[in-house]
Structures are given as structure tokens and as C-alpha cells.
């Protein structure tokens, strides 16, 4: 038997391991990985730009904090298929309709981990920066967040994480990126393309973490200097 034979062979025994596999549907690999990314990514900026407003109105009035973080813990309890159901009547079967719920998900994990680093600054740095008439918005911007970047870094990478592996769930309604393969090779039962799209879901989502850790290092120089001070 020759190689190609061969190769052509893993397809039709239905091997979970299989080349030609990989060869005949590389371009189908490709696109659903950069739908899965596209949504990612979408969704974590959105996420992290509606969390940001809503921990400094947790943190600027006490009062709003207990509702803030218990309507985001709320919506992250709602399991997916009856969040996409919720969401259905508005945005209909469209990317929209996955972007938004994946962005509710990713609020309790962000609004707490940018509260927690504010919360978390030196009041010596704040009192400092005051005597040197920093006023609040150059507080914010010039000390508090820069100290906070640590914490609100590490909200941002679990979010991803989590937001990669809630983005299959996007294949009910067919945009789920790699999830729409996984799906389509359970029912289907095509052993090669389950455990592909699988493998490259997992690979996505360890790559963006360490992509996240490397830019949280060159962000917070500081905090690497700190370490190698303590270590000696």
C-alpha cells in the first residue's frame, strides 16, 4: 500500500488521527479558527470595556457594588442555552447574538478583577500622587491603573480563556467557530475532525494566555523587579 493509499485509508476507517485529514481540510481548519479568534476577541474588548465604567462605579459609590457583582455573578450562573434563548428575540441567529451573551459572561470576571487591583493600591500611593496635585482622573490613569494592571491582567486572561472555551457553544446557531466543527463531527461521528477542532480549541486558548502573560510582563516591568529584589 502505498503512502497516499494509505493516508486515504485513515479517512475511511474513521481514525481519530488522520493526515489527509488535515491536508483536504486545511482551509476549513483555517476559517473556523479565525471566526473562533474574531469572536474571542470581540467579545473580551467589549466585555473589558463595559467592566471598566462599572467597577469605578462600584468603587466610587459603595452602595452600587453589591448589585454591580451580584447581577454579574447572576449572569454568569445562566447556563448558555438559555442565555442565547434570552437573547434570541433581539439579535436573532447572528454573530451579534453569541458576542453578547459570550460579553455577559465576561463581566463578573473582569468588573472583580479590576476592582480587586483597584482596591488593592497603597493608600501611601494615592496620598503621595495627591500632594503632588495629581487630580482624580490623573490618579486614576497615571497611578492607580498602572499599580492595578497586575490584577485587572490576570481578569483578562481567565476571561479569554473561559471566553475561547464558551465560544463553541456558539455552534447552536452555527457561529461557534471551531465549535461548529466539533459539533458537525459528533453528530456525524468523524473522529479526525472532533478531535482536531478539539485540540486547536485548547491550543487557542494556551496560546492566548501566554500571549496575555508576555504583554503583562512588558506592562509591569516593576512587578519582575520586585520579584528578582525579593529573591536575593
Request: charged residues 10%; proline residues 4%.
Given at each position: 500500500?502505498?503512502?497516499?493509499?494509505?493516508?486515504q485509508?485513515?479517512?475511511a476507517a474513521?481514525?481519530?488521527?488522520?493526515?489527509e485529514y488535515l491536508?483536504?481540510?486545511?482551509q476549513?481548519?483555517?476559517?473556523a479558527t479565525?471566526?473562533?479568534?474574531w469572536?474571542?476577541a470581540?467579545?473580551?474588548?467589549?466585555g473589558?470595556a463595559v467592566?471598566?465604567?462599572l467597577?469605578?462605579?462600584?468603587?466610587?459609590r459603595?452602595a452600587?457594588?453589591g448589585p454591580v457583582?451580584?447581577?454579574t455573578?447572576?449572569?454568569?450562573?445562566?447556563?448558555?442555552l438559555?442565555?442565547?434563548s434570552?437573547?434570541?428575540?433581539?439579535?436573532g441567529?447572528s454573530a451579534?447574538l453569541v458576542?453578547?451573551?459570550?460579553?455577559?459572561?465576561?463581566?463578573?470576571?473582569?468588573v472583580?478583577n479590576?476592582m480587586?487591583?483597584?482596591?488593592?493600591?497603597?493608600?501611601?500611593?494615592r496620598?503621595?500622587?495627591r500632594g503632588?496635585?495629581?487630580?482624580?482622573?490623573r490618579?486614576l490613569?497615571e497611578?492607580e491603573l498602572?499599580?492595578a494592571?497586575?490584577a485587572?491582567?490576570?481578569?483578562?486572561?481567565?476571561a479569554?480563556?473561559?471566553t475561547?472555551?464558551l465560544?463553541?457553544?456558539?455552534?447552536?446557531?452555527g457561529?461557534g467557530?471551531?465549535?461548529?466543527?466539533?459539533?458537525?463531527?459528533?453528530?456525524?461521528?468523524?473522529k479526525?475532525?472532533?478531535?482536531?477542532?478539539?485540540v486547536?480549541?485548547?491550543?487557542?486558548?494556551a496560546?492566548?494566555?501566554?500571549l496575555?502573560l508576555g504583554?503583562?510582563r512588558?506592562?509591569t516591568?516593576?512587578s519582575?523587579?520586585?520579584?528578582?529584589?525579593?529573591?536575593?
Amino acid at each position: 500500500m502505498s503512502t497516499r493509499q494509505a493516508a486515504q485509508s485513515c479517512l475511511a476507517a474513521n481514525d481519530w488521527i488522520c493526515g489527509e485529514y488535515l491536508r483536504t481540510r486545511a482551509q476549513e481548519l483555517t476559517d473556523a479558527t479565525i471566526e473562533h479568534v474574531w469572536i474571542t476577541a470581540v467579545s473580551v474588548l467589549i466585555g473589558l470595556a463595559v467592566a471598566f465604567p462599572l467597577a469605578l462605579l462600584a468603587r466610587a459609590r459603595p452602595a452600587f457594588a453589591g448589585p454591580v457583582l451580584g447581577l454579574t455573578t447572576l449572569l454568569y450562573t445562566i447556563p448558555s442555552l438559555a442565555m442565547f434563548s434570552l437573547l434570541l428575540p433581539v439579535f436573532g441567529l447572528s454573530a451579534a447574538l453569541v458576542v453578547t451573551g459570550l460579553v455577559l459572561y465576561s463581566l463578573t470576571i473582569l468588573v472583580r478583577n479590576i476592582m480587586a487591583g483597584l482596591a488593592a493600591v497603597p493608600a501611601e500611593a494615592r496620598e503621595a500622587a495627591r500632594g503632588m496635585g495629581y487630580g482624580p482622573g490623573r490618579l486614576l490613569w497615571e497611578v492607580e491603573l498602572p499599580l492595578a494592571l497586575p490584577a485587572v491582567m490576570a481578569g483578562l486572561r481567565m476571561a479569554t480563556v473561559s471566553t475561547i472555551a464558551l465560544t463553541t457553544v456558539g455552534a447552536l446557531i452555527g457561529k461557534g467557530g471551531l465549535g461548529d466543527l466539533i459539533d458537525d463531527g459528533v453528530q456525524t461521528t468523524f473522529k479526525a475532525q472532533v478531535l482536531t477542532a478539539s485540540v486547536l480549541c485548547v491550543l487557542l486558548a494556551a496560546a492566548a494566555d501566554l500571549l496575555l502573560l508576555g504583554a503583562q510582563r512588558l506592562l509591569t516591568p516593576w512587578s519582575r523587579i520586585r520579584r528578582a529584589g525579593g529573591a536575593i
